[in-house]
């Protein structure tokens, strides 16, 4: 019995507190050593000078691509959404050196500041911003590409318990609504805009606009989308589209039949038109 009472890492006895901590000591499981040779020190200097651009770019993004900002003093100290990805840049550094627990600690404080969950082991391009954030997570494999765009409560997120890509990989030029949730390793093409609310579980090819819970494609153009674009709610409605497609031919179907009983007047009016009243 007094194997049980040992660190199964270094053998020590463990005390009275510490043999709830897994078997191990508490020097052992809060072990913090990297082994310092294998680490390329000509990629640490890159890594470094990149979190400097990627806060530029990112800062950049937040001042342009939102009104309400005034000035960058303002985008600086009171944005949370620069907050957590300055601070999930910085987290990234460490997981990409194979850093225990300093990472996970980052992001911890991160979400805690910012109501941003990004968890370190994502891969996020530049000129990212979200806007207002609270709720938005983003899991371990995600990946996000250039000029991207979240507003709050947007998750990316995954469907499986493997330790496998298990998180969506977002194109370029994308603007993800507010509420929008992304799920499973699927793919999402370049210049693609996300309804507010809608769900997406199958891959989405670029310059397209889906809505919907589970989410469709309403809108397929080869326009690619303004390098600044704020349009999560200018999206096509599904709905007004179907409903003014049944209109037509009902009205269509009774004009073939002149002595049936017509309404004088439509009873119900039916507003829509290309983009509907947005989502």
């Not at 996970?104 to 500041?113: F, M, N, Q, T, V």
């Not at 609310?197 to 809505?211: A, K, L, R």
């Amino acid at each position: 019995m007094e194997g049980f009472i040992n660190c199964l890492s270094c053998g020590k006895k463990l005390g009275p507190k510490s043999k709830h901590n897994h078997g191990q000591c508490t020097e052992c499981l809060l072990k913090l050593e990297f082994k310092t040779e294998d680490t390329d020190l000509e990629f640490i200097q890159k890594y470094l000078q990149g979190i400097l651009d990627f806060f530029v770019s990112d800062v950049s993004a937040a001042f342009n691509k939102d009104p309400a900002a005034h000035t960058l003093i303002e985008v600086l100290t009171s944005y949370p959404g620069i907050k957590a990805v300055l601070l999930y840049r910085i987290a990234h550094f460490f997981w990409k050196l194979n850093v225990p627990y300093i990472p996970r600690y980052i992001s911890d404080i991160a979400r805690e500041l910012t109501a941003i969950d990004i968890h370190p082991g994502a891969e996020i391009g530049s000129e990212f911003f979200i806007d207002h954030g609270a709720g938005v997570v983003i899991g371990e494999t995600a990946e996000v590409g250039n000029n991207v765009t979240f507003y709050a409560g947007v998750v990316l997120g995954g469907t499986n318990l493997e330790q496998t890509k298990r998180h969506p990989t977002l194109g370029d030029n994308i603007v993800v609504g507010t509420g929008a949730k992304i799920l499973g390793p699927i793919k999402i093409g370049d210049n693609v805009r996300v309804g507010a609310n809608s769900v997406v579980v199958h891959d989405v090819p670029p310059n397209c606009v889906v809505v919907g819970v589970p989410a469709k494609v309403v809108s397929k153009k080869g326009d690619k989308i303004d390098k600044i674009d704020l349009r999560h709610g200018d999206l096509p409605d599904p709905i007004s589209i179907a409903i003014e497609m049944l209109d037509k031919r009902l009205k269509e179907i009774e004009n073939q039949f002149p002595n049936i009983k017509k309404p004088s007047k439509d009873e119900l009016e039916i507003f829509y038109g290309e983009y509907g009243e947005g989502i």
